[in-house]
């Protein structure tokens, strides 16, 4: 079974092309970014301009990549939420249209799902059951994962995302929009001993994440202390919270599910720092730590794909009617 | 010839087949629900003409102005069936349909065409009808505030204009304060319907105006330059 994926919920337009015997066989991104960088956040208006404008000719581009015509594709899945509804609806629209004018069915995918299973389209994917830290600038989450579509959420962000929490604060620095990977680079130079930034929530059970006051204490820092050292001082200690946190909190997700298995997903996991206490705390544990390559860490056509093939194969398919949903709890998902 | 013309992009939500002149069409005003609604309007009117999608010579949509989401739900709805029955697609203006619906509904040739543009706007087209009973444009659509809409035909203010469409509803009065007795009538109920696109697109398709489905694009009127001094659209950041 072939299946297109298409992936609008936010800043990147994705469409990728997954075949259940040869695996993924073309994936295109087109991303935003740049757009959107002058008005320091997206823009959604502007967002959805831009896939209506991209969907079809990345659509042209993976089929001529992945050499697949119309006759060979089986079915479309699309993201329908959460997200951004005006950017959603575009890659609903089309991809609910076109499976239909070609007579395959349709599926609408989580997006978080995506992101939890794009780790399986790696060589060697770990097996279920597993937890997952979703890590991104729109989520982070930590969820157990026993199969497709049974997914449990353990504990998750009150408040900002740590990737919010690390582009505002890059924003606080000077570091311009998105900046959280500038924070990371700015803190390398950072001296150790000068701040000490709180691990919130850790010192009291449970798994849910807050970082707003971790951004609060970095204005504080940044209003007392102006000289340039301190701006990569406080990226320092910053990054040094955030990373410990998460490990901090994926540790205890994984002592207390008992699993030996942990998936971390989201353009956060791409953090080198965060790789680093990541790799040292599983092995200490004895578990294994697992993510997608890098370029399916951030949003991308192919987890939807995948997604969508489990969800198809297993005869799942949508009516004619299609849907798009700033907010949908991933506890909702059911198998296909 | 036959073609299939969608609108979305006001409350209202329709699709219409026109097989050699003779139009079928399924209409509803319901706001926030085209998703739900287009495609199996789409399915019903091919299934009681027992026509497959590919049988089609080409595909039409109202390409706007009007609301942005509804703009792009029926764009994008045109791009994936185009894409898919490889057809090609003529894209009409949403005020072309509301004044050529006017025309053909209450014999005014002379049709003011106003839709309701949010934040003390409305998008506004001026259209006289012509000898093959098609609609054409005045001077240019525009979106601009009610009392700023230009007068019609400077010269000719003979009063026998005719107001169609929920600007009318919105703003009746500055637009009367505006236009005076150039004005006779106006109707604030109307919207853009998929069966009065039709009679445009198969005009436009015989002068070869129809394009590929990647060219097929929304037309916004109110675009990027005009809300970066627009406080209503800014920043957020991105939800999940």
């Known amino acids: 079974m072939r299946v297109i994926g298409i992936e609008t919920s936010c800043d990147e337009t994705g469409i990728a092309i997954y075949d259940g015997q040869r695996r993924l066989l073309a994936h295109v991104l087109h991303s935003q970014v740049a757009l959107h960088a002058e008005y320091g956040g997206v823009v959604p208006e502007l967002a959805s301009r831009d896939h209506v404008r991209k969907v079809l000719p990345l659509l042209r581009q993976v089929m001529a990549q992945a050499d697949t015509r119309a006759a060979d594709i089986q079915g479309v899945a699309y993201t329908a939420g959460p997200g951004l509804v005006g950017a959603l609806l575009v890659g609903a629209a089309i991809g609910r249209s076109l499976a239909w004018a070609w007579g395959v069915p349709a599926v609408a995918i989580h997006h978080m799902e995506g992101h939890l299973l794009a780790p399986l389209l790696e060589e060697n994917p770990p097996d279920f059951p ?65 701040f000490h930034f709180p691990r919130p929530m850790t010192n009291r059970p449970g798994l849910d994440f807050s970082f707003s006051g971790l951004k609060t204490q970095a204005v504080n820092s940044v209003k007392q202390h102006q000289d340039d050292q301190a701006r990569a001082d406080i990226a320092y200690a910053f990054q040094e919270a955030v990373v410990d946190t998460l490990a901090i909190k994926c540790q205890r997700a994984l002592r207390e599910t008992g699993l030996q298995r942990l998936v971390v997903s989201g353009g956060v996991s791409a953090n080198t720092l965060l790789r680093e206490r990541l790799r040292d705390m599983t092995h200490e544990l004895g578990a294994q730590v697992y993510y997608p390559r890098l370029e399916f860490c951030t949003d991308n056509g192919a987890m939807i794909a995948y997604a969508g093939y489990q969800r198809l194969r297993a005869g799942q398919s949508e009516p004619l009617a299609f849907f798009a949903v700033p907010r949908w709890s991933m506890n909702d998902l059911a198998p296909p | ?37 287009i495609l199996p309007m789409i399915e019903s009117l091919l299934a009681e003409a027992g026509l497959a999608l590919t049988q089609l010579d080409t595909l039409a949509f109202g390409r706007g102005p009007g609301g942005f989401t509804g703009v792009r739900i029926a764009n994008s709805v045109i791009q994936g069936l185009a894409f898919g029955a490889n057809l090609p697609v003529v894209p009409i203006s949403s005020l072309a349909a509301l004044a050529q619906g006017a025309y053909a509904e209450m014999g005014t040739p002379r049709v003011l065409a106003a839709i309701d543009a949010r934040i003390g706007e409305v998008y506004w087209g001026a259209y006289l009808t012509a000898e093959n009973g098609l609609v054409t444009l005045v001077d240019q659509e525009i979106v601009c505030p009610p009392q700023d809409v230009p007068l019609p035909l400077a010269d000719d203010v003979s009063g026998d204009w005719f107001g169609a469409g929920n600007g009318w509803h919105t703003y009746a009065q500055p637009l009367k304060a505006r236009l005076g007795e150039a004005v006779t009538a106006w109707d604030g109920q109307r919207y853009p319907q998929a069966q009065h696109l039709c009679t445009h697109a198969a005009d436009a398709f015989q002068r070869g105006l129809a394009v590929s489905a990647e060219q097929a694009l929304p037309v916004y009127l109110r675009d990027e330059v005009a809300w970066k001094k627009q406080p209503l659209l800014v920043i957020t950041p991105p939800p999940k």
């Open chain 1, 130 to 194: 597993f937890v997952a830290l979703l890590v991104s600038g729109g989520h982070t989450q930590l969820v157990r994962v026993d199969g497709v579509g049974r997914y449990h959420i353990l504990g998750e962000s009150l408040d900002d995302a740590a990737g919010e929490a690390f582009d505002k604060t890059a924003k606080l620095l000077g570091l311009g929009y998105p900046g959280g990977p500038a924070l990371a680079r700015l803190a390398a130079r950072g001296n150790p001993q000068r």
């Open chain 2, 1 to 37: 010839m036959k073609l299939l013309a969608i609108d979305t992009s006001t409350d209202a939500c329709s699709a219409a087949l026109w097989l050699d002149g003779e139009v079928r069409q399924r209409y509803q005003v319901a706001p926030r629900e085209h998703g739900q609604l």
